[in-house]
């Protein structure tokens, strides 16, 4: 039995697990799933029913992105994306996975309950865009000059605050973070994570991560 990846193509969450995934190159089979449908194979391998959601071959489960992530590239780390300073790679991703992602929240849904919403929200947010703006006008990654796992983990989170209203956006005076984004929009990772796959059916032949997320 092979490691199984349940995915959703639009969670940045499982982006970043897809990421880091193709990275390390782990073989795994790979299951594209509908949150308005949990197939029932899913909500009983994940303790959260969230996205991304890893079933080891060993029985564990890694039910958390982050946790998938660094699995992943422990196992095996071409791109060298563990290198920086661990635990200042984890202060920044925890402050995205926290007050930043509540702020994208409240920005993107305005009429939900979040603590703070609308161009309150934006505001707030953007404290988080200047942070990563100093740092990319000292380098070209967020640890250095070459790419880490904290940018793989909080660039799609960023991609998607940039999605909400992207003329206003791309307006702001933040030329690094603007080409740390474009330039990951364009690459052939992301790329390639974001290739469709049909919803996974029960009695569907397995698909591998591999031949799913080929780079072509
Ligand atoms: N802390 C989790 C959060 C994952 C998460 O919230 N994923 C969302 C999709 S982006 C989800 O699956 N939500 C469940 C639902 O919408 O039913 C992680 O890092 O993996």
């Not at 940045?12 to 308005?36: G, Q, T, V």
């Not at 080891?56 to 998938?68: A, R, W």
């Not at 920086?84 to 849904?109: A, H, Q, T």
Request: glycine content about 4%; aromatic content about 12%.
């Amino acid at each position: 039995m092979s490691h199984t990846l349940y995915s959703f193509r639009r969670c940045p969450y499982a982006m970043r697990a897809r990421l880091a995934i193709k990275s390390a190159n782990i073989p795994c089979e790979i299951r594209e799933i509908l949150l308005r449908d949990k197939p029932l194979a899913f909500l009983e391998a994940s303790p959260s029913g969230t996205v991304p959601c890893m079933l080891l071959n060993d029985g564990t489960v890694l039910d958390e992105s982050f946790d998938i992530m660094r699995w992943a590239l422990k196992q095996n780390d071409p791109e060298a994306l563990l290198a920086p300073n661990e635990s200042e790679m984890d202060e920044l991703i925890k402050v995205c996975d926290g007050e930043f992602k509540l702020r994208l929240d409240g920005y993107k849904y305005p009429n939900k309950d979040f603590p703070v919403v609308g161009h309150t929200a934006r505001d707030d947010a953007m404290k988080f865009i200047s942070t990563l703006e100093t740092r990319l006008s000292n380098s070209a990654f967020l640890f250095g000059p070459k790419i880490s796992l904290a940018d793989l983990a909080i660039l799609p989170f960023i991609r998607q605050f940039a999605h909400v209203d992207m003329e206003w956006f791309y307006a702001q005076e933040w030329p690094n973070v603007i080409f740390w984004v474009d330039g990951f929009k364009s690459s052939d990772a992301f790329t390639a994570v974001m290739k469709k796959l049909p919803p996974w059916q029960p009695d569907d032949a397995p698909i591998t991560f591999a031949e799913a997320y080929a780079q072509v």
